[in-house]
């Protein structure tokens, strides 16, 4: 991961947190004359709440967290250390960031002039510390948010992008994507489809036969477990497991899931990065292939790419990659290739599947060498915020955001006592950050771990009550099923640490919040009590409780983090 220290992330839009440093000398910009184009995306000016500006005859672009990924940039500020800016580690192609960028538009028509503002805090620009008071085309603020001149120093020279003006088609800026390996041949043109079925229910027997009389061979312990179907005999379908064995299932145990897939690909390696505690594997297997996850531990992460053949670049892997400890490459048959990736204990993954390639990103639990939570990156989401105050108590009015807040900024001190490093979506009352903004705001700094904190009402229903620890791993999601052991395991480390400290009632559960379905980091949401039940709520009212439960959450993150030496 990312060990970004106290950094409070200015992707700033997008992420819903304002941030407004002190700003000093006005200075009057305009609204662009001519056409601006973006990667591709032409702006629009007129109702854009954030236009590009022109300031000295440059053009300005705000960094936003759409804007600044458009152009392949990061962007963060903390309070201590001022604003960074700097290229991604990978920046995607044209289609793909065209595909993610939304524009930010507004009902009032934009001004042709403003005034805006000089920064006063640090700026860095790729590792290089900027002095904005000497420049001649210093950074500016504007409706609250930082403003990047595109001046062919910076654009060119720093970030080299393609960079043109002319009088025909204004400005054009276009990043140029990370180069990867060319995409591995393609040995058939015609597409297949591909007949799997799913397992609807826990515990299904494979038997030798159609029938019930037959000897069982297996059993498949999870509903959402792909077989690749083979034929068909009266109730019973003919099936091959992942892992190559070929059993037969009953009919009703199973539903059909149909693929249409693209051409059979030969799959091939395009890369391994180690990064620190993160090892990246990039992968091309052909577009409209289907990627399955048959099992996902501690140890272990089992994928099968369908419509595939086993490419010359891509074979056993047995050396030690960072958390990667072996891979083990399987010709499964049927055009179907087995990847099963061995890591290092405790580890997780998440996947990205974009036009053929396939990135797996591998984390370790633990750095080399490390133990317990020094050096960790947690990021604690206080649920609400600002006039959304969540829940509110049926008896003395206490408020899910309150409480949210309370036992997040007890359990912050735990943490950094310990040697975690911390980040907070929100620190106080006032300020409120979108849903959707809260695990971009995650998938941006790449936490240890992500904890959402909040209380729970089921009005007008007073007899519930106790703690929950949601985690969520649906089967449709890659990255989540990848990582279902692990958010599991983190989840039930939380619940039986608040069981212990609050001597109440603990349970897990899953549910599909946003916050964390759209997570691709171990993350889990504390409900820490019903404020519709009058004992939980006036417990929820105190400090003494609310330590307790801080020190609960903290005894299972200790946990999480030291079980696997």
Known sequence: MKKIINIITS?????????????????????????VTLNGVLMEQGQNEYPCLVYKDITYVAMTYYDARLLGLVSAWQEETGLIIKKADFVA??????????PYFQEEVNNSTYQATLPEFAIQVNGVEIDNKSEEYPLLIFRDVTYFPLTWRFAHTEFGWQYNFDSENGLVVTPVPTPVVTQAPT???????????????????LRQGPGTSYEKVG???????????????????????????????????????????GPVTAVGMNSVIPMADKTQLILSHGQNNNVRINSSTANLLDITLSNTTIGNTLSDSTFSVGPLQSMQVINNGNNEVRLVLNLKSGSYCNLLEDAGRLTVNIYARQEEGAYGLNGKVIMLDPGHGGADVGAIGSFIGVTDEEVGLGVSLKLKALLEA?????????????????????????????????????????????????????????DDYLSLKAQKYIRKELATAVQEGIAATTLRKATVATNN???LRENNHPSILVECGFLSNPEDEALLATEEY????????????????????
């Not at 992707?11 to 056409?35: C, D, I, Q």
């Not at 044209?94 to 993610?100: I, R, V, Y």
């Open 546 to 565: 609310r330590q307790k439960l801080a020190d609960g959450i903290y005894a299972g993150i200790l946990n999480y983090f030291t079980m696997y030496p």
């Open 11 to 35: 992707v700033v839009l997008a992420l819903g947190v304002w941030v407004t440093p002190a700003a000093a000398t006005e200075v009057e910009v305009s609204l662009p004359t001519f056409p």
């Open 219 to 261: 059993q498949m312990a999870h509903a959402g477990t792909y077989l690749t179907y083979l034929g068909a005999k009266n109730d019973w379908f003919n099936v091959r497991t992942a892992d190559g064995k070929e059993a037969w299932v009953a009919s009703w145990l199973v539903d059909w899931e149909i693929v249409t897939q």
């Open 513 to 515: 919040y946003v916050v």
């Open 93 to 102: 192609d044209q289609s793909t960031l065209q595909g993610e960028y939304v």
């Open 418 to 474: 310990n040697g975690a490093n911390v980040l907070m979506t929100r620190s106080d009352k006032a300020t409120a950050v979108e849903l959707y903004s809260r695990p971009a705001f995650a998938n941006a700094v790449e936490p240890d771990l992500f904890i959402s904190i909040h209380a729970d009402s089921i009005k007008p229903n007073t007899v519930p009550y106790g703690a929950k620890v949601f985690y969520y791993a649906g």
């Open 187 to 205: 040995i058939s043109t015609a597409p297949t489809v591909t007949k799997y079925l799913k397992t609807n229910t826990d515990l299904v027997n």
